[in-house]
């Protein structure tokens, strides 16, 4: 039977998704090479286990559920109260005031990045190039017409708006960035809360790696910078900051002053039946004192295995961003060893990633996968065991001489 009526749109999403593609061709390396032990750099998913403080909720959660007075079923749509209070807590510690009516708890921060399309009219969404897929494949799902704000070399691997039409339109911006661990100051995003407050566009604001922010002076939240409540919502996780890439738990923040608070409530309570109980518990957990201290020790960890990185590819002098808000290195290929120093007749980041995998068994990720501009880079992810990664920067080395 034919099916009919299909969202036509689904077509303009391209070939496979990128980690697909990348898990296909390394499956195949694997078969070809048994002996080499593969080094994952590659997709950016936590290694390490989730902290005590979290397990210890979940199993006392648990417990709970299988007792009388301790059973609960479906809960409140928009969360937990406790949760959403300890969100707004965790807020106010740098000074941004929301009160529980504006933090929606979600199942993680990909659902909802794509889900905000359906309060918009068809439209525009103005989207960093390269950035993370989900902004432009939610945006094409949701028939919009998108447009690309370009992060290069040149603007410090962070878009601008200066050259973006002045259109309503949803704006996705995304700090610190995955692909390219670069991360906005102040200054850089009160520019995009003027573009949008004067175009009539809402900013989505991903900071689902806020939490790798080193430098106490660089905003953690769209709601730092003043304007920003009339024109941005921000879409955060539990994800990266305290492992939770498989429990799933996160949260989105609309204003009470934005229509967008109501409207959200509304979808939300035909959409979603809210983040299970045992995730929310889980993720107060981590947000106490005693489960926060042992997410920042995580956090470190990660970026420490950044920064061996980042020495590394220094020590070969290769010019890259990211490594110190982010768990990600933003190699640019041109001239450097990941592309045999341009004698390999490498041209494009799917040829230098099969050159890197067969020269030092390291998965890395096309920097193509996110973008057009990301022609020409890899990313590299310290998301990885601390002996995986030294090891890597070993081969790193060998791939210099
Ligand atoms: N936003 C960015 C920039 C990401 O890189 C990711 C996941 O890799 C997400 C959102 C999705 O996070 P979650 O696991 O909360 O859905």
């Known amino acids: 039977m ?84 300890a969100i707004c807590e965790r807020y106010a510690r740098r000074g941004v005031e929301l009160c529980e009516r504006e933090i929606f708890i979600n199942d993680g921060a990909k659902g909802d990045l794509g889900g905000i399309c359906e309060l918009f009219d068809v439209g525009v969404s103005v ?36 050259d973006i039409e002045k259109i309503p339109a949803l704006i996705y911006l995304c700090s610190p960035s995955n692909p390219t661990g670069a991360a906005f100051t102040h200054k850089a995003l009160a520019e995009w ?7 009539g566009s809402v900013i989505v604001f991903d900071a689902a790696y806020e939490a790798y922010i080193s430098d106490p002076a660089l905003p953690h939240s769209i709601f730092e910078i003043e304007g920003a409540r009339e024109c941005a919502i921000e879409i955060c996780s539990f994800s990266k900051s305290a492992g939770f ?18 409207l959200w409530e509304r979808r939300l309570a035909c959409r979603f039946n809210g983040a299970s109980c045992l995730s929310q518990r889980a993720a107060l957990a981590a ?13 470190a960890y990660y970026l ?36 045999g120093n341009n004698k390999c007749g490498i041209k494009s980041s799917w040829d230098a990633f099969s050159f890197l995998l067969e020269r030092t068994g390291i998965v890395s990720t096309p920097g193509v996968g996110f973008g057009k501009r990301g022609e020409g880079y890899l990313r590299l992810s310290s998301f990885a065991p601390r002996e995986d990664i030294v090891e890597s920067a070993r081969r790193l080395e060998g791939l210099g001489v």
């Open 287 to 299: 947000l106490s004192s005693e489960g926060e201290r042992e997410c920042s020790k995580n956090i």
């Open 193 to 199: 809360v003027e573009h949008a407050r004067a175009s």
């Open 304 to 339: 420490e295995n950044a920064d061996i990185l980042a020495r590394t590819l220094d020590r070969l002098g290769v010019s890259f961003c990211g490594g110190k808000h982010a768990p990600y290195l933003w190699v640019k290929l041109d001239g450097s060893p990941f592309c």
């Open 127 to 162: 989207v960093p190039d390269p950035s993370y897929p989900v902004y432009c494949d939610a945006s094409i799902i949701a028939h919009r017409r998108v447009i690309t704000a370009d992060a290069t070399e040149e603007n410090g691997y962070l878009p601008t708006p200066h």
């Open 2 to 85: 034919e099916i009919r009526g299909l969202n036509p749109d689904m077509e303009r999403l391209g070939g496979g998704y990128l980690f697909s593609e990348v898990a296909r061709k390394v499956a195949r390396y694997r078969r070809e090479h048994p002996s080499v032990r593969t080094l994952p750099l590659g997709i950016g998913d936590v290694t390490l286990p989730l902290p005590h403080t979290v397990v210890n909720e979940l199993y006392a959660a648990s417990r709970e559920l299988g007792e009388a007075d301790g059973f609960v079923g479906y809960g409140d749509v928009r969360g937990m109260a406790e949760l959403r209070r």
């Open 245 to 262: 890439t498989g429990l799933r738990c996160g949260w989105c923040v609309i204003p009470t002053s934005s229509p967008l608070n109501k």
